[in-house]
């Protein structure tokens, strides 16, 4: 405990521009049940997958006895719908009686007791998204001391049922409150995607001070469609973007929709693949009981977990845009390098795609790279400094290739 207080003096003094909490300094991992179990909570006709202490100590079991929690995936969070209709006696929040009936601080006992970290949703509004009590301005600090005293490690404050004046209170007051509690507990502002997601009406310097995490844009749903739209979005406006995020602060494009049914396992493996050059967090939302191996397998790929988590927490950016190809590059530790190049084109066979160190702009390379294929975990070879480099992209497809410097 004593190295603690240490650690925190020191990330302040290497990054004064994030929130003082000292946490995430790489982005969070871990699992979330919106995507898959949304908003169900008739648990008469569907016990095993309406959101309860029941499901979300099934997750936690399986996050601790699979192995996941080894390779980073360490929050358990609640999304919405884990309230009771109405505040108790002295207007604190608590948990729906009949899907809760032990309380959120024995889940988040539980969750502890597993070597894993427990996170709350709340809303900056009357009510959340699916119509709970939400946070208001005057409940901020109640709501904070209750996250608090529940041991509660990472709140999500959502902006529904909430306007720009409210939020710009609210938000920022959130963040003091938090603090002031005495817990760290990681703070993920949907703020920005109430308003746009861009300035002048999104302000990322003060984001960086106050949150840990933020949605920038509206919500993933389970298509390519919609996950296409999302990475052209962070790739049309990564001026902005990619500068807001760093060590502390980051910047979310949502849950992973890899394990449901909406992606092939191509497109699964794009969202991973630009995730990972996002610098994005990495929160499941599947079912972990049945998951398939295919998509286990992506999920725990350790090589893209790898450049995801980079110590340097620079996101990388979009670098060409060539007909249905585009080059996305990531520069990491020790000069190392993630190159996601990615293929939009639908309903062909798989395309050539032809590159070398000085197009990708590796203006680095001293003599040379190892070159990895992080997908198929294979190693590709030992590329010098003006080598080509040449494979094929599948259609809706990714290759994400990891450079390692020639020693
Ligand atoms: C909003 C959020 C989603 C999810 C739902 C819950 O739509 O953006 O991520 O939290 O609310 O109602």
Request: aromatic share 10%; glycine share 8%; hydrophobic share 40%.
């Amino acid at each position: 405990m004593a190295l603690l207080p240490l650690m925190f003096v020191l990330g302040l003094l290497a990054d004064a521009s994030s929130l003082d909490n000292g946490l995430l300094r790489t982005p969070p991992m871990g699992w979330v049940p919106w995507e898959h179990f949304r908003c169900n909570t008739d648990c008469e006709k569907e016990p095993d997958n309406c959101i309860s202490e029941r499901l979300i100590k099934m997750m936690v079991d399986r996050l601790a006895e699979d192995g996941w929690k080894e390779l980073g995936y360490k929050y358990v969070n609640l999304d919405d719908c884990w309230a009771a209709k109405e505040r108790d006696s002295l207007g604190r929040l608590q948990a729906n009686a009949s899907r809760f009936p032990s309380g959120i601080k024995a889940l988040a006992d539980y969750v502890h007791a597993k070597g894993l970290k427990f996170g709350i949703y709340s809303d900056l509004g009357n009510l959340t998204c699916e119509g709970y009590p939400g946070t208001t301005l005057d409940t901020i600090e109640t709501d904070a001391k209750t996250f608090a005293e529940w041991g509660v490690d990472m709140l999500k404050l959502d902006g529904c049922f909430s306007n720009s004046s409210a939020r710009a209170a609210g938000y920022p007051k959130m963040s003091a409150a938090l603090n002031k509690t005495g817990r760290w507990i990681v703070y993920s502002c949907s703020w920005p995607a109430y308003e746009g997601g861009l300035p002048p009406k999104v302000n990322y310097t003060l984001l960086g001070q106050i949150c840990n995490l933020w949605r920038n844009f509206g919500d993933i749903e389970d298509s390519w469609g919609s996950l296409s739209r999302i990475i052209k979005w962070y790739g049309d406006h990564q001026d902005t973007l990619q500068p807001a995020a760093g060590p502390g602060r980051w910047n979310d494009p949502d849950m992973l929709l890899v394990g449901n049914s909406g992606l092939s396992l191509e497109q699964a493996k794009v969202q991973l693949a630009l995730w990972a050059i996002l610098a994005a967090p990495l929160f499941m939302s599947c079912n972990l009981r049945t998951i398939s191996a295919e998509a286990r397998d992506l999920l725990r790929n350790p090589l893209l977990i790898y450049i995801d988590q980079d110590p340097l927490g620079v996101p990388g950016r979009r670098i060409a845009k060539s007909g249905q190809f585009e080059v996305w590059k990531r520069g990491l530790v020790d000069h190392q390098y993630g190159i996601a190049v990615l293929n939009n084109g639908t309903g062909q066979t798989p395309r050539p795609f032809v590159t070398s160190l000085d197009l990708l702009h590796i203006l680095d390379c001293k003599t040379g790279y190892k070159i990895y294929n992080v997908l198929d975990r294979s190693f590709l070879g030992e590329y010098r400094c003006n080598a080509t480099l040449s494979f094929t992209v599948a259609p809706t497809g990714v290759v994400l290739l990891f450079l390692r410097p020639l020693s």
